[in-house]
């Protein structure tokens, strides 16, 4: 049988790189960097075998776009290759009673990874319908048999963007009770923190350890302002006022709406798109996205926090 190792050389991926991405998941969630080897032994002789359902309820896809756009290593590469995804709305190849059996034979095996992507509706169950039933019903029959459950981005976390709608949006931990929900808000998920979390999951069979909100400490430990490279524009009170000012493009975004005061999150240190940039540097305030409070707590976004009621 081909093992992980052999499939990731087909894929183009060295053992190399393999051992890379291990490591830099020692450091992020602060395991002795001595154990990247065993964890890579381990990773690789369950990666091959952990079945995935990934369900969608009410968002955008970002979150699976941002999967499906991330580097070093690409989705394929890891994810979707060896960790054996069974369903996914957006991916997979099979549709309509084909991939709703395939849903089907997973949940009745159990011993899978569940992950939620977009938030669950409340208010009435016919916002969110999957094959003619309420998404709830499903997305709580998945995760009774599910060894993990993984909430994507902020919508899945805390119900996002939609909560401040009318469908009553809420996250999974609001419905699923007393089952451990992990979290990895963001807007959208940042892939790096999935695939660190999975790799740390399936060679350590426990889940690291997290905060008072369910999200792996290592990537919410301290706030965006901690380490945000503005941050000494602000110790200065130099603060940017004018957008088209070329000489105070760099001064702190608080005036201009940034909510990184408010917001755990190591953005700043672990930039996206394979190191290549990140809110603050491309002149964005945070917006907050891996809180609770986004978007509606923080909303207007771009206005000074101490000028929003």
Known sequence: MESGYQRLARRGVSRRDFLKLCTFTCAALGIDLSLAPQIAEAAEA???KKPVIWMQGQGCTGCSESLLSSVDPGPEEIILDLLSVRYHPTLMAAS????????????????????LEGSIPTADPRYCFVEGKPFMEQFKLAA????????????????????????GAV??????????VVN?????????????????????????KLDGLNRPEAYYRYTLHDSCYRRWHYEKGEYLEDWNNPDTLDWCLYHKGCKGQDTYTNCANA??????NFCGYAGSPCAGCSQPEYYEGFAPLFVN????K
Not at 105 to 112: K, N, R
Not at 144 to 167: D, L, M
Not at 185 to 206: E, I, M
């Open 271 to 276: 930039w996206w798109n394979g190191g290549a």
């Open 184 to 208: 990895l808000p963001s807007c959208p998920v940042k892939p790096d923190r999935l695939v660190g979390l999975l790799l740390y999951y399936l060679s350590h069979n426990a889940l690291p």
């Open 96 to 115: 309509g009673e084909q991939a709703i059996q395939s849903l089907e034979d997973c949940i009745s095996q159990g011993h899978y990874i569940l992950v």
């Open 305 to 308: 926090p101490k000028e929003v």
């Open 46 to 48: 369950n990666l091959s």
């Open 171 to 180: 996250g999974a931990q609001e419905v699923l009770g007393g089952v451990k």
């Open 144 to 167: 009774e048999k599910a060894e993990a459950v993984i909430a994507v981005g902020s919508c899945a976390c805390y119900g996002g963007i939609p909560r401040a709608g009318f469908t």
